[in-house]
Nanobody, 113 residues
Framework: VQLQASGGGLVQAGGSLRLSCAASGIAFGGAMMEWYRQAPGKQRELVATITIIGATKYAESVKGRFTISRDNTKNTVYLQMNSLKPEDTGVYYC????????WGQGTLVTVSS
């Protein structure tokens, strides 16, 4: 199983980024997908989840600003991040559980004030 995340970068507060995570080695359409993030000096936290039927759930801190989506034809999950804040800074990881927990390599998002 491989999860390849991309799309991170440096953005000013109020800006937007879209993260992508391409999955291989799993039946993607049957996998719940998640985005986590880890800020410097903090524990990794769950940001957003999308089920196999497209139901979504978000951390309170990102509700109304972030949108998780999936394209099963491309085996890819996305995280659209709008109205970014400096506290959104961190390494973002995509993840899934397929017999065991798998993590992507992470992509760094830096939001400057």
């Amino acid at each position: 199983v491989q999860l390849q995340a991309s799309g991170g970068g440096l953005v000013q507060a109020g800006g937007s980024l879209r993260l992508s995570c391409a999955a291989s080695g799993i039946a993607f359409g049957g996998a719940m997908m998640e985005w986590y993030r880890q800020a410097p000096g903090k524990q990794r936290e769950l940001v957003a989840t999308i089920t196999i039927i497209g139901a979504t759930k978000y951390a309170e801190s990102v509700k109304g600003r972030f949108t998780i989506s999936r394209d099963n034809t491309k085996n890819t999950v996305y995280l659209q991040m709008n109205s970014l804040k400096p506290e959104d800074t961190g390494v973002y990881y995509c993840s899934t559980t397929w017999n065991m927990r798998y993590w992507g390599q992470g992509t760094l998002v830096t939001v400057s004030s």
